[in-house]
Protein backbone atom coordinates (compact mmCIF):
# COMPACT_ATOMS: atom_id res chain seq x y z
CA UNK A 1 0.00 0.00 0.00
CA UNK A 2 1.51 3.35 -0.49
CA UNK A 3 2.21 5.50 1.53
CA UNK A 4 0.21 9.33 1.71
CA UNK A 5 3.76 11.47 0.79
CA UNK A 6 4.00 8.88 -2.58
CA UNK A 7 0.42 9.39 -3.06
CA UNK A 8 0.63 12.69 -3.05
CA UNK A 9 3.71 12.90 -5.31
CA UNK A 10 2.11 10.52 -7.86
CA UNK A 11 -0.65 13.07 -8.09
CA UNK A 12 1.63 16.40 -8.23
CA UNK A 13 3.72 14.54 -10.77
CA UNK A 14 0.76 14.14 -12.65
CA UNK A 15 -0.64 17.96 -12.60
CA UNK A 16 3.17 18.81 -13.29
CA UNK A 17 3.28 17.05 -16.24
CA UNK A 18 0.09 17.94 -17.69
CA UNK A 19 0.98 21.73 -16.64
CA UNK A 20 4.31 21.18 -18.43
CA UNK A 21 6.37 22.17 -15.78
CA UNK A 22 9.32 21.09 -14.01
CA UNK A 23 10.12 21.17 -10.51
CA UNK A 24 12.98 21.87 -8.00
CA UNK A 25 13.40 21.13 -4.34
CA UNK A 26 15.09 23.08 -1.48
CA UNK A 27 14.91 20.57 1.61
CA UNK A 28 16.76 21.57 4.91
CA UNK A 29 14.86 19.92 7.65
CA UNK A 30 12.90 17.14 5.19
CA UNK A 31 16.47 16.36 4.27
CA UNK A 32 15.63 14.66 1.32
CA UNK A 33 11.78 13.32 1.89
CA UNK A 34 10.78 15.53 -0.50
CA UNK A 35 12.70 14.06 -3.53
CA UNK A 36 12.91 10.26 -2.54
CA UNK A 37 8.92 10.96 -2.58
CA UNK A 38 8.87 12.38 -6.16
CA UNK A 39 11.97 9.70 -7.13
CA UNK A 40 9.59 7.39 -6.26
CA UNK A 41 6.58 8.51 -8.53
CA UNK A 42 5.98 7.35 -12.41
CA UNK A 43 8.18 9.50 -14.84
CA UNK A 44 9.66 11.40 -12.75
CA UNK A 45 12.11 12.59 -15.19
CA UNK A 46 9.47 14.46 -17.17
CA UNK A 47 8.39 16.79 -14.14
CA UNK A 48 11.37 16.77 -11.88
CA UNK A 49 15.01 17.35 -12.18
CA UNK A 50 16.92 18.82 -9.66
CA UNK A 51 16.54 19.00 -5.76
CA UNK A 52 19.17 20.71 -3.43
CA UNK A 53 19.55 19.41 0.19
CA UNK A 54 20.44 22.51 2.31
CA UNK A 55 20.94 21.69 6.19
CA UNK A 56 23.22 24.19 7.50
CA UNK A 57 23.02 27.67 6.83
CA UNK A 58 26.32 27.61 5.26
CA UNK A 59 24.50 25.17 2.80
CA UNK A 60 21.82 27.51 2.27
CA UNK A 61 23.90 30.37 1.65
CA UNK A 62 26.13 28.59 -0.39
CA UNK A 63 24.09 26.65 -2.48
CA UNK A 64 20.73 28.09 -2.89
CA UNK A 65 22.11 32.00 -2.37
CA UNK A 66 20.42 33.25 0.16
CA UNK A 67 22.09 36.21 2.15
CA UNK A 68 23.89 35.46 5.17
CA UNK A 69 21.86 38.22 6.56
CA UNK A 70 18.05 36.95 5.93
CA UNK A 71 19.55 34.14 8.31
CA UNK A 72 21.51 36.05 10.82
CA UNK A 73 18.19 38.97 10.95
CA UNK A 74 15.48 36.23 10.91
CA UNK A 75 16.68 32.69 11.76
CA UNK A 76 16.80 29.95 8.48
CA UNK A 77 13.36 28.67 9.71
CA UNK A 78 11.73 32.00 8.53
CA UNK A 79 9.35 33.41 5.49
CA UNK A 80 12.06 35.09 4.16
CA UNK A 81 14.88 32.47 4.31
CA UNK A 82 12.21 29.83 3.12
CA UNK A 83 11.44 32.80 0.04
CA UNK A 84 14.96 33.27 -1.01
CA UNK A 85 15.86 29.28 -0.95
CA UNK A 86 13.14 28.63 -3.49
CA UNK A 87 14.11 31.74 -5.37
CA UNK A 88 17.44 30.00 -5.35
CA UNK A 89 16.50 26.75 -6.40
CA UNK A 90 14.33 28.23 -9.27
CA UNK A 91 17.19 30.02 -10.69
CA UNK A 92 20.01 27.28 -9.89
CA UNK A 93 18.25 24.85 -11.76
CA UNK A 94 16.17 26.64 -14.57
CA UNK A 95 12.70 24.77 -13.47
CA UNK A 96 9.45 26.34 -13.84
CA UNK A 97 8.38 25.77 -10.22
CA UNK A 98 10.39 25.56 -6.72
CA UNK A 99 9.65 24.70 -3.19
CA UNK A 100 11.06 25.39 -0.22
CA UNK A 101 11.06 23.35 3.38
CA UNK A 102 12.81 24.83 6.68
CA UNK A 103 11.81 23.93 10.03
CA UNK A 104 12.57 22.16 13.71
CA UNK A 105 11.08 18.75 13.35
CA UNK A 106 12.00 18.05 17.15
CA UNK A 107 13.10 17.23 19.62
CA UNK A 108 13.96 20.77 20.37
CA UNK A 109 12.77 23.81 18.70
CA UNK A 110 14.58 27.28 17.60
CA UNK A 111 16.87 28.87 20.25
CA UNK A 112 14.81 32.50 19.50
CA UNK A 113 11.98 30.06 21.20
CA UNK A 114 10.33 28.96 17.87
CA UNK A 115 8.56 25.37 18.94
CA UNK A 116 9.47 22.00 17.56
CA UNK A 117 6.93 20.83 14.38
CA UNK A 118 7.25 24.41 13.18
CA UNK A 119 8.29 24.76 9.27
CA UNK A 120 8.30 27.25 6.99
CA UNK A 121 7.30 26.59 2.90
CA UNK A 122 7.81 28.62 0.15
CA UNK A 123 6.57 28.25 -3.54
CA UNK A 124 7.51 29.76 -6.73
CA UNK A 125 5.35 29.25 -9.67
CA UNK A 126 6.42 30.28 -13.00
CA UNK A 127 5.28 33.81 -13.00
CA UNK A 128 7.71 34.04 -9.93
CA UNK A 129 4.86 34.45 -7.49
CA UNK A 130 6.13 33.23 -4.25
CA UNK A 131 3.29 31.77 -1.96
CA UNK A 132 4.28 31.29 1.86
CA UNK A 133 2.83 29.18 4.69
CA UNK A 134 4.11 27.65 7.61
CA UNK A 135 2.55 25.09 9.75
CA UNK A 136 3.06 23.04 13.70
CA UNK A 137 3.16 19.63 13.20
CA UNK A 138 2.60 17.55 16.55
CA UNK A 139 4.25 13.99 16.91
CA UNK A 140 7.99 12.76 17.11
CA UNK A 141 10.79 14.14 14.74
CA UNK A 142 9.75 11.51 12.08
CA UNK A 143 5.89 12.33 11.97
CA UNK A 144 6.92 16.43 11.30
CA UNK A 145 8.90 15.10 8.51
CA UNK A 146 6.20 12.96 7.30
CA UNK A 147 3.64 15.58 7.91
CA UNK A 148 5.37 18.64 5.98
CA UNK A 149 6.59 16.14 3.12
CA UNK A 150 2.96 15.64 2.43
CA UNK A 151 1.96 19.52 3.20
CA UNK A 152 4.52 21.21 0.98
CA UNK A 153 3.22 18.77 -2.20
CA UNK A 154 -0.01 18.61 -1.25
CA UNK A 155 -0.14 22.47 -1.37
CA UNK A 156 1.89 23.23 -4.80
CA UNK A 157 -1.10 20.42 -6.18
CA UNK A 158 -3.44 23.39 -5.09
CA UNK A 159 -1.72 26.63 -6.25
CA UNK A 160 -1.06 24.64 -9.49
CA UNK A 161 -4.64 24.18 -9.91
CA UNK A 162 -5.20 27.66 -10.31
CA UNK A 163 -2.52 27.93 -12.43
CA UNK A 164 -3.20 28.30 -15.99
Known amino acids: ?13 RVLVEKQLQLATAESCTGGLIASA ?22 KITML ?3 RE ?3 TFT ?18 GADVSLAVSG ?11 PAGTVWFAWQLAQDEIHTSVRRFDG ?21 AEYV
Open 38 to 59: LCAADDTPSFYGSGFITYTDDA
Open 1 to 13: MPTPSHAVASELG
Open 76 to 93: AVSEQTVKEMAVGAKQRS
Open 104 to 114: YAGPDGGEDGT
Open 140 to 160: DSESVLAQATSYAMAALILLL
Open 70 to 72: TIQ
Open 65 to 67: GVN
